[in-house]
């Protein structure tokens, strides 16, 4: 049995049946007029043989194209793309079936950000009077490693909201290079959650011993097929509607095996899209209809994902504003887009502007959290603990925001009014007002232990006292103690035997967390000086 | 039997059952409830006292211990707290006939104007079932009547529950009504509600302000222990 996700009954859909139809239009129109360019000679070669109207574009410094795509192509892709897919795990309780059609939400992590914000608690004093002490949470931002990747999905492992693991840090380690990254992410990942693993490629040449150390975990070529442990997700269009050359070649090298794989654009509505609803809602559906096309051309039924990650900008910086109220309406937008479609939708919540947990980023995040599962995306990146626009990653904002979906998970359940629920309510009403306390209370003790009241926020301090961090900290630490069912030694000394490039700190031999997976480093960084 | 009975009489105020229909926190627990096993007791002539001490407030302690520890929650000590309450009744002609004496008499009144009691009917509960004799003189009730009550039964204490900012006022003019009657000092006044606090209460002239029920049985054994 997969897992349960929520299912939304009405999701709530801001487009009408006409809306989306001209969306359609306006997409279709825009796959021909003005078409894409394309940079990557592999997909205007494959274009080409389909019959897209393929021509070559004079350009200095890049090879590049303009392809027009005839909608018959966008339709024979739709008919023949997969209506279902299955996101595997290694336990396979843990997997994901979406159906394009059912507004089943899974909540899912991610995704990778250069800093990771530790958290440590400083003492201050009253001056006016030196009994009185708080505690402030001091938040230090720092390059990401490949031991804060591991103590990450140990937790995300143990975040029981949450469904499906994207990586949530970048690992820049001394020892990390272009042509290991892939395989140490993966491994790291895989081998500290049981849950769905999904990550982009740095280098294609990795593809195959990333996909190869699947096939030894998942037990072979057949059962990697039937339980795809691992997926990837590629922007292979730039907004505005632009095939990149790497991303293209190795989103066209992952369609080839067949592994799930979600299309996604990120168009910013202001800068790389409309700033209109209307614009960059027909733009970002023509990229991602673009990339699904091109994904069935080169093979026929590989599954993919409608990745969707609008956003709006803010028009102090240009920067992404995934705290703005449009950025939300984008991706309910998108989720009916794909829903059209029959396509399982990838879309985005819970990225917020804020820099450090604190209030602002509680409202921004459960406000798009709340909205867009309430439209019904199969696979909803509601990015556990990312903050400061997709950029900063707080392992604690992660602990927090599985408090937020539980509630969220609690408010969709369904209704219960039905015969038997109203005939013991009639009994119960008619026994209590014939008491002289006239109180329900007693009642209240079977509900309360069967787990159908609404627990209380789990991180609420005593009187007046503020100590959701305090004591968010305090269920993380938990969470780091509580053991993690890793890869079987067997297996894992194949993996180290038959790929290359693993560090050998991965190869763990019991069940001790190193020391080092339980404390941060002290390499302060600033943010900004970080490239990828 | 005599074992069996009271024994089983502590499990039963512990699981909150009240009567044989009702449902405690273990839900393999069936046969009696709290009443019919007081009545059981005193139809095998097991002495009221003894009820009291072994069944009752043995089962009580145990609650107060589970709730402060977090394992029970108010329902559950309400339940236990309604229970106790019942089987007082039954056995208040016995300890009345054995000479044995309730821990305080109390009275307790919604004021003028305000018919508001959850909070009341909950204080009411609580310290029955801690062994309070408690007489409930209702919602909007008078001045007048409230000074008349006090009076001709003479109780320990007075609490007085009001839930709005316009009918806490009340509370004031019944302590100076007492005052008036040459009443105040033989009754020890204690005020709640969501509106009052210990401010208003010192303000008024009242003995005591309750935050709710459990602040009110503390401060109510704080009262006897220095009577005693």
Not at chain 1, 22 to 31: C, D, F, G, P, T
Not at chain 1, 138 to 146: A, C, L, S, Y
Not at chain 1, 283 to 293: D, H, K, Y
Not at chain 2, 40 to 46: E, S, T
């Amino acid at each position: 049995m997969p897992r349960e996700g929520i299912l939304i009954d009405n999701p709530y859909e801001r487009m009408t049946g006409e809306q989306i139809e001209r969306v359609h239009r306006a997409s279709m129109e825009i796959l021909v007029d003005p078409g894409l360019t394309c940079f990557n000679q592999k997909a205007a070669d494959i274009f080409a043989a389909a019959g897209a109207d393929v021509t070559s574009v004079e350009s200095d410094d890049h090879p590049t194209w303009l392809i027009k795509i005839p909608e018959k192509l966008v339709l024979d892709a739709l008919e023949s793309v997969p209506k279902t897919v299955k996101l595997g795990a290694r336990n396979p309780a843990n997997a994901l079936v979406m159906h394009g059609e059912e507004p089943r939400v899974y909540f899912i992590s991610g995704s990778e950000t250069n800093i990771w914000l530790d958290v440590d608690f400083q003492t201050y004093t009253r001056k006016s009077d030196p009994g009185i002490e708080i505690q402030v949470p001091e938040f230090i931002p720092r390059r990401g490693t490949v031991a804060d990747l591991c103590k990450s999905a140990h937790v995300c492992e143990h975040l029981e909201t949450l469904d499906g693991y994207i990586r949530t840090v970048n690992i820049q380690d001394k020892d990390i290079t272009e042509d290991n990254k892939d395989v140490n992410k993966f491994f790291a990942s895989l081998n500290n959650t049981t849950k769905h693993v999904m990550a982009g490629l740095t280098s294609l040449n990795q593809l195959d011993n990333v996909v190869n150390m699947a096939k030894l975990i998942a037990g072979g070529e057949e059962q990697l097929k039937e339980n795809p442990i691992i997926s990837f997700i590629t922007c292979l269009v730039k907004s505005p509607l632009q095939f990149v050359n790497d991303t293209t070649e190795t989103f066209i090298e992952i369609c080839k095996r067949g592994l799930p794989i979600v299309v996604s654009s990120s168009p910013q509505a202001g800068s790389t899209a409309p700033i209109k609803e209307a614009g960059i809602i027909a733009q970002i559906n023509a990229e991602v209809l673009a990339g699904i096309t091109l994904g069935q051309l080169v093979n026929r039924g590989t599954p993919v994902i409608y990745g969707s990650v609008p956003v709006r900008a803010r028009m102090d910086t240009l920067a992404d504003s995934y705290g703005a109220v449009e950025t939300s309406q984008y991706n309910i937008d998108c989720v009916q887009m794909a829903r059209f479609y029959k396509i399982p939708n990838y879309s985005t919540s819970g990225v917020c502007d804020s820099k450090t947990p604190g209030q602002q980023t509680s409202i921004e995040r459960l406000f798009s959290d709340i909205l867009v599962t309430l439209s019904g995306p199969q696979f909803l990146h509601c990015a556990y603990g990312l903050l400061d626009c997709n950029s900063v990653f707080s392992l604690l904002q992660a602990v927090l925001d599985d408090a937020h979906f539980q509630m969220i998970k609690f408010f969709l359940r369904k209704p219960r009014i039905d015969e038997v629920e109203i005939t013991d309510t009639l009994k119960q009403i008619r026994a209590v007002v014939q008491t002289p306390q006239k109180l329900y209370i007693k009642y209240i003790r079977k509900v309360m232990r069967t787990g159908e009241l609404s627990p209380s926020y789990p991180f609420e301090g005593d009187g007046e006292t503020d100590n959701v961090f305090a004591l968010a900290y305090e269920k993380m630490n938990e969470l780091l103690t509580k053991p993690v069912e890793h890869i079987d030694q067997a297996t894992t000394s194949r993996i180290f035997n038959e790929i290359p490039g693993l560090l050998p700190r991965l190869n763990r031999k019991s069940e001790r967390i190193p020391r080092s997976l339980l404390r941060g480093t002290s390499m302060y960084m600033k943010k900004g000086n970080i490239n990828d | 039997m005599t074992e069996d009975i009271i024994a089983a009489l502590k499990e039963n105020v512990i699981q909150g059952r009240m009567t044989q229909d009702d449902e405690g926190i273990d839900e393999s627990l069936t046969g009696p409830g709290v009443l019919e096993l007081t009545q059981a007791a005193l139809d095998n002539n097991i002495p009221a006292d003894e009820i009291i001490t072994n069944g009752i407030t043995a089962g009580m302690e145990i609650v107060g211990e589970r709730f402060n520890a977090k394992e029970y929650f108010i329902p559950d000590m309400l339940a236990s707290a309604e229970a106790v309450s019942a089987a007082m009744d039954i056995l208040k002609p016995h300890l009345e006939a054995s000479n044995i004496e309730t821990k305080g008499t109390f009275a307790i009144v919604t004021v003028r104007g305000d018919i508001h009691d959850i909070g009341k009917n909950i204080v009411a509960i609580l310290l029955k079932g801690s062994g309070y004799e408690v007489t409930d003189l209702g919602i909007d009730v008078p001045t007048e009547k409230i000074v008349e009550y006090v009076r001709e039964n003479n109780p320990d204490y007075l609490g007085l529950s009001a839930l709005l900012t316009t009918t806490m006022l009340a509370m004031g003019d019944i302590i100076e009504a007492l005052k008036a009657a040459g009443l105040r000092n033989k009754v020890k006044v204690l005020v709640g509600g969501a509106a009052v606090s210990g401010e208003y209460a010192r303000e008024i002239g009242a003995d005591a302000y309750c935050v709710d029920g459990f602040d009110a049985v503390r401060v109510l054994n704080t009262f006897q222990e220095t009577k005693s």
